[in-house]
T-cell receptor
Framework: QKEVEQNSGPLSVPEGAIASLNCTYSDRVSQSFFWYRQYSGKSPELIMS??SNGDKEDGRFTAQLNKASQYVSLLIRDSQPSDSATYLC????????????WGLGTSLAVNP | DTAVSQTPKYLVTQMGNDKSIKCEQN?????MYWYKQDSKKFLKIMFSYNNKELIINETVPNRFSPKSPDKAHLNLHINSLELGDSAVYFC????????????FGEGSRLTVL
């Protein structure tokens, strides 16, 4: 069973700090990795995608991928209370019957 | 204009009834999905269609039947509703079925009494 694992949290950080969210995956040949944000009572929203080893930055968000360690992370710099949400990691499996494998999500609380 | 829209947003119904949820996307995407998110917040894919063709059909009871009249629409009909069907059902779309960049609708919260 291919899996994506995340710490459910809650992860609590003070406003202005760096929030670090982690995700591991079991399918070694996965190629595409995604972070979605889901506010309470709302639908998931794509915030980052990453396809190559290394870092990818977009504003206050940085996604980091290490395929050798089967590990993908999301850093949120200068965390704001509006970043409080559940962050879902999703991994596209390989092969012809591709589909996203989802983690359970990490709940982030940014405290003013 | 809402990119992916679902109706209705809320359904409250009795066990044994039949209900439908409709979804439409105006993004010009080829692929559409139905996801179920239960009370534990796990997001589980149910079906995906690519250009009206069924691509993914997860282990879902036969009571659930999707229908895609065209690539901009994907509906979900549920027969003989059970208590365990209570969840939020999300429709989503993507450019194609090889991308994980999905656009979600607002969700339809189904409560079975």
């Amino acid at each position: 069973q291919k899996e994506v694992e995340q710490n459910s949290g809650p992860l609590s950080v003070p406003e202005g700090a760096i929030a670090s969210l982690n995700c591991t995956y079991s399918d070694r040949v996965s190629q595409s990795f995604f972070w979605y944000r889901q506010y309470s009572g709302k639908s998931p929203e794509l915030i980052m995608s990453i396809y190559s080893n290394g870092d990818k930055e977009d504003g206050r968000f940085t996604a980091q991928l290490n395929k050798a360690s089967q590990y993908v992370s999301l850093l949120i710099r200068d965390s704001q209370p509006s970043d409080s949400a559940t962050y879902l990691c999703a991994v596209m499996n390989a092969g012809n019957n591709r589909k996203l494998i989802w983690g359970l999500g990490t709940s982030l609380a940014v405290n003013p | 204009d809402t990119a992916v829209s679902q109706t209705p947003k809320y359904l409250v119904t009795q066990m044994g009834n039949d209900k439908s949820i409709k979804c439409e996307q105006n993004l010009g995407h080829d692929t559409m999905y139905w996801y179920k998110q239960d009370s534990k917040k796990f997001l589980k894919i149910m079906f995906s269609y690519n250009n009206k063709e069924l691509i993914i059909n997860e282990t879902v009871p036969n009571r659930f039947s999707p229908k895609s009249p065209d690539k901009a629409h994907l509906n979900l009909h549920i027969n003989s509703l059970e208590l365990g069907d209570s969840a939020v059902y999300f429709c989503a779309s993507s450019l194609g079925h090889f991308t994980g960049e999905l656009f979600f609708g607002e969700g339809s919260r189904l409560t079975v009494l």
